[in-house]
């Protein structure tokens, strides 16, 4: 697990900052939720379940969820890499201009990480659909910054071009 993107120090999540917090998203919305509630209450949860189908976040589901959002202050979406993209910004976008702070956690391969640097932070999982469930149990502890992990501010963006080689310490 990687956070990829941390920009106004978001991530961990705190009371002061966060609150009120809610998870939404195409798989393990209720395993996130319950990880999240040990350290904040109460979680608000809308789960996107048509994506999982047609393997695109709706309009429809983005209006869903963005009529039911007032009053969250940071919001946590789980995407994977089956979704297409243009659905997980679409919903990103909408979720901001509502005024909410947004955390992606995008499992699996990172090919629609590219798509996702509008969000505030974004946490990157390498792994498989079927280990989906155990990688979401670990994320509440994570997002909260009670697990084995540290942030640590670089002072600045870093940004590569494709071909173009980094040496970070």
């Known amino acids: 697990i990687t956070v990829v993107q941390n920009r106004e120090g978001i991530l961990p999540l705190s009371k ?7 998870v ?34 709706g ?14 202050r940071t919001l946590v979406c789980i995407f994977t890499d089956t979704d297409r993209p243009e659905g997980q910004v679409r919903l990103v976008r909408a979720l901001q201009e509502k005024g909410a702070k947004v955390v992606v956690v995008l499992l699996g391969y990172p090919s629609n990480l590219p798509h996702l640097a509008e969000a505030e ?15 979401i149990a670990a994320m509440g502890n994570i997002l909260a910054g009670v697990a084995p992990i540290g942030f640590r501010d670089v ?7 494709s071909g173009e080689a980094r040496t970070f310490n």
């Open 16 to 22: 002061n900052a966060s609150m009120p917090v809610g």
């Open 24 to 57: 939404t998203g195409t798989v393990g919305v209720e395993i996130l939720t319950k990880g999240l509630e040990e350290h904040f209450k109460p979680i608000s949860q809308q789960l996107i379940t048509t994506a999982r189908h047609i393997g695109e976040i």
């Open 59 to 72: 309009d429809f589901e983005i209006e869903r969820i963005t009529s039911h959002i007032r009053g969250i």
């Open 121 to 135: 932070a974004v946490v990157l999982a390498y792994c498989d659909p079927a280990k989906y469930e155990v990688t």
């Open 155 to 161: 002072g600045r963006d870093i940004s590569v071009k």
